[in-house]
């Protein structure tokens, strides 16, 4: 098989579709080049809906719009640069790719490699994928055992609960029981039930995402801190324009609460759109001063707030909390400060005993805030 890339050619590719405007995207990164960039892979057989998830996730492409794809016949590459250290490719394979075509350079493929994305479509047979799975997974495994191997059963808007669970553990069991057999029990593989109709697929990525950051254990201490200082109840920190969340606090996720905060971003940014950006159509819809307050009638408060420019605070806690408004913006303050410093030291060459004493600036200035 012939082994070709094609880069995006995103720019008039489509218009407004979905929540915002296709032009309220990540803009321009100077940072490091593509070489150093880790990589997801996109992989499964054809049809599976690989590109749908990458066009949806990131391009902010309609669900509808996806069925009008066409089949991946070459590796589509894309840069995504979210933050300054969230920084990664996503490769998408084409279902057709013979790993022992000598064309096929494994080394090259899985060497750089972060994580690499199974997609099986749970609506259609899944023996014949889970074979290509035992296959991909085997043969990166011993190019590169550092890779997180992530399988996402996809296209479960169509199935009852039960069917999805049942679904679930039979992949679970069946892919597991194929790396037993050959003797590949160190590797590990995580299972997520997605669909691109819902916000399955942004939380399935967002565990993705977030093994790729070494920072990812300061920023929840950070956000414990926050909370705990604060009478937050939840707190994510999200990328803006994919909705992913690239950390949060150590309470649970409720499904729930995470599609509120991904309504809001998709609020704020519409309600900008169209009425913060100047008359010829200057401005940026998402700046330093970017603060935004909803009020539910079941006395929760939701509350979002710039941290950097690609990321965004947002906050669920009940109304009685929020009458100390000042010491949430005190609080909300230092630890803004203390993300800046995490992404100063992601390029420093102190690295992580920095981080830790960022940390620690936060803490006590949070309990000096509590105090206040």
Not at 103 to 127: N, P, R
Not at 134 to 148: F, G, Q
Not at 169 to 197: G, M, P, V, W
Not at 244 to 271: G, K
Request: charged share 25%.
């Amino acid at each position: 098989m012939d082994i070709r890339f094609e880069e995006p050619a995103l720019t008039g590719s489509y218009d407004v579709v979905g929540s915002f405007p296709k032009s309220f995207g990540y803009g321009v990164e100077e940072s490091s080049t593509s070489a150093d960039k880790p990589r997801i892979l996109l992989m499964g057989l054809r049809r599976s809906g690989k590109s749908s998830i990458q066009k949806v996730v990131f391009h902010k492409m309609s669900p509808n719009e996806t069925l009008f794809l066409e089949s991946t016949n070459k590796i589509y590459k894309d840069d995504i640069s979210s933050s300054s250290f969230v920084n990664f490719q996503i490769w998408d394979f084409p279902g057709q790719v013979d790993f022992f075509d000598p064309t096929f350079d494994s080394e090259m493929i899985f060497k750089g490699t972060g994580a690499l994305i199974f997609v099986i479509d749970a609506q259609d047979d899944y023996v014949e994928p889970l074979g290509r799975l035992h296959l991909t997974v085997s043969r990166a495994y011993k190019v590169n055992p550092d890779i997180n191997f992530e399988v996402f059963i996809h296209k479960v808007d169509g199935l009852s609960d039960d069917h999805k669970i049942e679904t679930q553990r039979d992949i679970h069991q069946r892919a597991n029981d194929d790396l037993a057999d050959a003797s590949l029990e160190k590797l590990h593989l995580s299972f997520y039930l997605t669909s691109i109709y819902d916000h399955s697929i942004f939380e399935a990525f967002s565990k993705v995402v977030q093994k790729l950051i070494p920072q990812l254990a300061t920023l929840e201490n950070l956000l414990n801190i926050f909370i705990s200082h604060s009478g937050i109840e939840k707190a994510f920190l999200f990328d803006v324009v994919s909705k992913i969340y690239i950390a949060t606090d150590s309470s649970p996720v409720d499904m729930q609460s995470y599609e509120l905060c991904c309504d809001m971003i998709d609020v704020v940014i519409d309600v900008s759109c169209i009425y913060g950006l100047m008359q010829d159509g200057s401005g940026c819809a998402y700046d330093k001063k970017s603060l935004a307050i909803i009020k539910l009638n079941n006395t929760t408060v939701l509350y979002l707030k710039e941290v950097t420019k690609f990321l965004a605070l947002v906050c669920i806690l009940r109304e009685e909390s929020f009458e100390r408004k000042g010491l949430i913006e005190y609080n909300f303050h230092c630890f803004r400060k203390a993300i800046h410093e995490v992404f100063e030291v992601g390029t420093s060459p102190q690295g992580i005993s920095s981080s830790s004493s960022s940390l620690t600036g936060l803490k006590y200035a949070t309990l000096n805030g509590s105090a206040v």
